[in-house]
């Protein structure tokens, strides 16, 4: 059996919260993509996958070889390559006999992979990691490093299934062309949970996690890459659309007939009563003919509520049938910065890690700080926010600073998400708050909602609604990976709150759709312990 199957597959959590019901799919070969908003249950599904969580019903088939790398990789900082490849063992052996050794164990734990070596750094060239060697330990290579590590480990044991969770999370641009040419190149099934628009560009197909009317999720297939996905999306949006407005006017309709059928009657019985005033017919008959009438009244009165009532019902079911709008408008005139202030100065500055750099921001920037896993682009940021000391050199910062980290770290978790706002609004009421986060999609209750409990795409608006409603207002503002974990619409979130902040922007993103977006002015290019500071027209 080489299979990932779901087969009516149910689960919920331990309190009793349905995610999944009736579940029913089968991965194929190839690659694929599985996308869907933030907290939908993208993880959780490959959490059931490789059996972390057990479901609460219906059966899962995966092969015993099936290989899983999850968002966060943690590894051993004294753990060498082989060691996380998973050929440590194999390539000691390997040595021994290569240097004259003839004990029968050698040979029995090399088992004829002769060619072990070649194959691990094959796959440690593919992913651009062919300069660390299999003899350096974790701890010197980059985050980024660290991550393909995994992965290459995940893809030279070859499995039949492997699932990957956010694998270009904190990959240069040119770590990204080979992770996603490895995947496309590998025989098997392989399913990666991404919002990377260049990766699923390359999938054979998308499926899609959304949220059903039960509040459970289903997984639906869209043949192709994103761009076939995107076509379907917006295909479903416009007929969605246009239900919307065919579902309005029936109602109307039924309303108007229904409003005119009501005056009618009124109308048939001020007549009934005229001719019992004038005598036109007998009492009897007056009788006999408004107990018809009153029947008939009932009876068309019953067919045109049903009416109006399934036309209201089809209106529900349209608007719901509309994505809410969650876009973020806000207006930051307090971060405004005029073009010719000197926001920061770099001054003959040279970083722990050996970056050296001069340079001055000046009035509404955008800089884009691009660089190779481990060429120092995070600690130059550190050195800049005064939180790593500099090796020479100085930073000077005149204005206001605010600062994303990638792992949302500005939360206090234990805090609702009004007082996480406050703590970095002193002077501000409680009501300006509220009604600021509003515009972050935070209103009624959510506003008072811990920020442990937050989804992933709740979290990410709180953050960003603690850095940009800061007092005082941020006039630099510092973005490292910002679309990392972010599901399409949540980038389309943070897109939008750019456009109302007026200061300058220092971003470290690998997003080519993200980055164009923001459009920067300036990039500050990381090249061999030196940094290019280039206009970008």
Known sequence: MHALSFSHLSFSWPDGLPVFRDLTFTLPAGLSGIVGRNGIGKSTLLRLAVEELRQTAGRLERPPDLAYVPQSVTLATEATVAEVLGIAPKLAALRAIESGSADPGHFDVLADDWLLEERSLEVLRSLGLGAIGLDRTVGRVSGGEATLLALGAALLAGPSVLLLDEPTNNLDTEARDMLTSALSRRSGATAVVTHDRQLLSAVGR????????????????????????????????ETAQQTLVSAKALAHREHRDLRIRVEGDGKRRQRAAKARANAEVTRGGVKAKQDQAAKTEARVSKVHEARLAAANDALDAARAAIPRDRSIRIDLPGTRVPRRRVVAE????????????????????????????GSGKT???????????????GVTVNVPVGYLPQRLTVLRDDASVVDNVRERSPGATRQEIRDQLGKFQFRGARADALAGTLSGGERFRAALACVLLARPEPQLLVLDEPTNNLDFESQAQLVQALEGFEGALIVVSHDDAFVEAIAPSRRWDLVEGTVRDEPIY
């Open 206 to 237: 998308i499926g899609e996690l959304r949220e059903n009317d039960d509040r459970t999720t289903e997984l639906r297939w869209f043949g192709g890459a994103i761009d076939v996905f995107d076509e379907a999306t917006a295909a479903e949006r």
């Open 346 to 373: 770099l001054d003959e500055l040279v970083t722990r890690s050996g970056t050296a750099v001069t340079a001055v921001i000046q009035g509404p920037e955008r800089i884009l700080l691009a660089g190779r896993n």
């Open 379 to 393: 600690t130059l940021i550190e050195t800049l926010l005064g939180a790593v000391t500099p090796a020479s050199g």
